[in-house]
Structure formats: C-alpha cells, structure tokens
C-alpha cells in the first residue's frame, strides 16, 4: 500500500452521470490486484474532508495506469467528475481482500455500478460467464460481448431483474459465483442460488468509510454468528456465508 500523487490521464463521462478517470500511478498499479480499493482525495479543498473508495476497474502494469468507473453521487465523485488531464490527485491503495481468483468457471453476476470492478477480476480470470443487470441500458456500466443483460425498463437485454438471468445458467457449474452490486441486489442473487452453491459464492461489499486500512472502525459490517467485519480490510471481498444479511440490510447507506 503506497500514499501517492497520480497524475490524472483522462475524465470521460461514458453513460447518465458515469464517468471514467484514468490514473497514472505506476507503484499502485503495479500492486493492485481484483477486487482491491483505492481512499482517493478527491478535490484538494477541504470539502470533502475524507478520502472517497473505488473499486480499481482495470489495472495496466506496463503503462502504470488505473482506471476507475464511477457513479456521481455527492460532493466527493462530483469533484472528481470535474478533474481534467493533468490534475493530480492524492490516492492511497491498493487496500483490501480482493477476489481469489482461481483457475476453475466463475459466473460474474453484476448490478449497476457493482460491475465496475469486473473489467479487472475478467481479465484475470479463465473461463468465466457474465450476468449484468440495471435499470435501463444507459447505466449499465461495462457490458463485455457474451454478457447476458436484464434491465428493469426493458432497454437492454432481458426485461427484469439480474435475478432473472438465473435461469439460464447451471449454478453448479462454476467453481466461484462473484456478485457485486447494491445490497438488495447481492442478497437476492444469494438467495436464489441452490444451498450447495452458496458455499462457493462471493460478494463484493460497499460500506462509508473513513479510513480505508481497518484503523477507525466506521466501515464496520454485521457477521454472520454475532460481530462485526471490517469492510474495508476483511472485505470488501467476503463469502457471502461470512455476513449476516439481516442487519446488513437494516444498515445499508
Ligand atoms: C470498497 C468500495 C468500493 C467502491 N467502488 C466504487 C466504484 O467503483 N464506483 C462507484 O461509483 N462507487 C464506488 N463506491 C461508492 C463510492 O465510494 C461512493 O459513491 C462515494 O464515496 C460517494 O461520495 P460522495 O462524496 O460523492 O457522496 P456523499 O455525499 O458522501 O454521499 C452521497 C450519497 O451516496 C451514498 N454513499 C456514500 N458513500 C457510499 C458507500 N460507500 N456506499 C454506498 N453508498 C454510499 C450516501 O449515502 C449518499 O446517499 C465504492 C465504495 C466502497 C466502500
Ligand atoms: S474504514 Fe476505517 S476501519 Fe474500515
């Protein structure tokens, strides 16, 4: 983990309110593997105070680059939808668990921007196969040829939810499930998985945080048999058995 200055190569908006940033930061991408996070500084004001979490999106070793895809949802991806090629922001990571990416058929199943960080773990992985769900087409974030696509307004794909891109896959038939996206999305997906896969499933965790490397406390998540995780240095890659969905639920932001 490095605290470093990475110069700012390209800001593209891509869809309503998404946007692309690219980042030259050669030691972090160099170390950053799926599923890892970055506490970026976002504007070099006061506001806001704390540093913000991404999911790296892609990781290029040679180039020293990092690509992050983001949603604007406040003041901190507000000020860094604004950043323009040659800014520099102040960027700590990689932190976190990431996926444990093996050799074996994985299912990558994906709502909104919970697919940013897919791009990485599919270019790591071997055999995989991709299910994308959002409200309508132009949010869905990434959507890689041979995805199977549901969105809620019928405009891509599927009409419906992710979930009901289920039915067309063997869930026996992979060696990991990773899913990533809103609360209500993650524990539906798990649910819906037959009790002998759910063992083998993964999930990827969003949770406010404040220090980003397991010091503070505030990215605390409700475990499965009573405590609390860490989001952001036991996650936010868990299994999804790990995690009381109850009171995640209760306690989503
Ligand atoms: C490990 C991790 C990885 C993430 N990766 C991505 C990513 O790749 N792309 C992306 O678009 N976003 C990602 N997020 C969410 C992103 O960090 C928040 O959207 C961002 O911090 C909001 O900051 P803000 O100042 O713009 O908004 P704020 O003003 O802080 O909040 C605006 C709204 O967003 C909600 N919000 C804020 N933080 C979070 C959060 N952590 N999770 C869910 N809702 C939140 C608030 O409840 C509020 O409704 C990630 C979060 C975590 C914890
Ligand atoms: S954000 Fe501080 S412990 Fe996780």
Not at 31 to 56: C, H, K, Y
């Amino acid at each position: 983990m490095t605290d470093c200055d990475a110069s700012v190569k390209a800001v593209e908006q891509v869809g309503p309110g998404i946007f692309r940033i690219v980042l030259l930061a050669p030691g972090t991408a160099r170390e950053s593997l799926p599923g890892q996070f970055l506490m970026i500084e976002a504007s070099p004001g006061p506001f806001p105070l704390l540093r913000r979490p991404f999911t790296v999106s892609s990781a290029d070793r040679a180039g020293g680059t990092l690509e992050l895809l983001f949603r604007v949802t406040g003041g901190g991806t507000g000020a860094l939808s604004r950043l323009s090629r040659g800014d520099s922001v102040r960027v700590l990571g990689p932190l976190g668990r990431g996926w444990p990416v093996s050799d074996g058929r994985w299912l990558l199943v994906g709502g909104g921007m919970g697919a940013a960080g897919f791009p990485f773990l599919a270019s790591r992985l071997g055999p995989h196969d991709i299910l994308l769900g959002a409200g309508n087409a132009a949010s869905l974030a990434w959507t890689p040829p041979g995805a199977l696509l549901a969105t809620e307004d019928g405009s891509a794909g599927t009409k419906g939810l992710v979930t009901c891109l289920l039915d067309r896959i063997d869930p026996f038939s992979y060696e990991r499930i990773a899913v990533c996206g809103p609360v209500a999305m993650m524990r539906a997906v798990v649910a819906a998985l037959p009790p002998g896969v759910r063992a083998s499933t993964l999930v990827s965790l969003e949770s406010r945080m404040a220090c980003g490397w397991g010091v503070c406390g505030g990215c605390a998540v409700p475990a499965s048999g009573g405590g609390f995780l860490r989001c952001c240095a036991d996650g936010p890659v868990f299994e999804a058995s790990e995690l009381d969905w109850d009171r995640i639920e209760e306690a989503a932001p």
